[in-house]
């Protein structure tokens, strides 16, 4: 005080509660280099979004209305996919009088859907396209934090759900996921790439970018997909404030466990995604050709709602073209790069790109890297990263054992009071138990809805489908050789 210095304490004391634990460069390096999911703690406590909660956001919106995907809350053997789910265009303000029970619903967009029996998600929405009219709004995130400077809520994607609202167990093609958690809590199940053969899985239904598992992985039909319990889950509950880091190939089940959640993310592009593209368009061709030639009276709804249409084989056959020539494009500056590094010690830079839709934005595969691009901080190797320096802010998803009974929640509060719940609740190993008695005492009793047309838990099989055919030739192993053999091909 008697130096002066009085006037300066609140403005340091500010400082001092901005400061975050990594630096943007550690924290991109971390990100593109960790092949484990973990959860950053205390990186946005100074990020305006926030404060997006429903009636934020529905303030925001003023009455515009989004479409809301309903499921059932009961747990059936087989997964709820998106093409077995209603859809409800509804305001922000109608979801929220809805989920808290009001009898003002009555007469509204859910008046069909018990609030009791159903769960609502308005899942995969754009930033960009929501709030199109307000875009001032997009720098609320702010993943130039991470080491993605320019990268707002313009490339981000947001999710509202009630309690129970979920997301099927599956894999994305392209690039690694950052989720913040913004209101209230959503508990991840997450299973490595090398767990794929174990999960079964299917593109039917058909999404592009997105491999889904045949296994319920709440309730999993251990008859029918017996291998499952060879997999090994990684489970995590994510609380406001905190980021999970989502792995290139992790599979994820994710389900919202309090009665209002929302999420931002934002998927980063990764090298390997230009191969993923081939990849893709092969599965798409073969696809779509082979499911446009079923009789279309089967009922059998391939096609996931986020797709649009089915497209052509010549369509197809261009999106194809395209993909491999951006993939060859791409190892030509690669070695180009590498042979100018060699000499200069340059190092190749990372971009972002969209994941989903990109067929709607108008983003064909030889520009939608090109879409962002990402400035400032360049990518390392994965020799380069020597320690990953776990933490109070930043802690790793673990997995759970098998042969433990039962392992009680471990809570671990940041210093912003986050907090992070690590393999909480019963124990993935008793609940595979629990389920295998379950199914065994239901013994042949299973419903027809609770089984694929395709097969049965409790009869031989004596016809195959197209969809055991698809299943077995667009594999993700049968794909990646095909592409491997292509782009060889390509070459010659």
Known sequence: KQFGYSALLPKIEVKILNVKPFTPEKTKEIVMSLQQPAVFCNMVGSWPALHWNVNYLSAMLEGKTIQFRLGLKTVDLVPQFETSCSYVEATLEEFLAWSCGQPSCLSGPFSCYDHSKYWAYADYKYIARIFEDKPEIFQDVRWSDFGFPGRSGKESTLWIGSEGANTPCHLDSYGCNLVLQVQGRKRWHLFPPGDTSFLYPTRIPYEESSIFSKVNITNPDLKRFPEFRNATAHVVTLSPGQVL????????????????????????????????????????MLVCAIKSAENPSDGDLWLNPTEVEATSHEINLQYLNKAVSAYLKCQETSESGQARSSSTGAKQRTNASCKRKRREDGCEPGSCTLLTQERGFPTPKAEELQEIPFGPHLIRVLPQSHKTSVMGAVTIESDSGDRLHENEGEHF????????????????????????????????????????????????????????????????
């Open 429 to 492: 190993g008793k609940l595979l138990c629990k389920r295998e008695r379950l199914v065994m005492n239901n013994n042949c009793e299973t419903s027809a809805h609770q089984m694929d047309s395709d097969c049965g838990p409790c009869t031989s099989q004596t016809a195959l489908s197209t969809n055991d055919l698809l299943d077995c030739l667009v594999n993700p192993r049968v794909i990646s050789l095909v592409a491997q053999l292509l782009l060889e091909r390509m070459r010659v």
């Open 245 to 284: 880091l989502v792995p290139r190939h992790w599979w994820h089940y994710v389900e919202s466990i309090d009665p209002v959640t929302v999420s931002i993310n934002s998927w980063i592009e990764l090298d390997a995604d230009h191969e993923a593209r081939v990849e893709e368009a092969i599965t798409r």
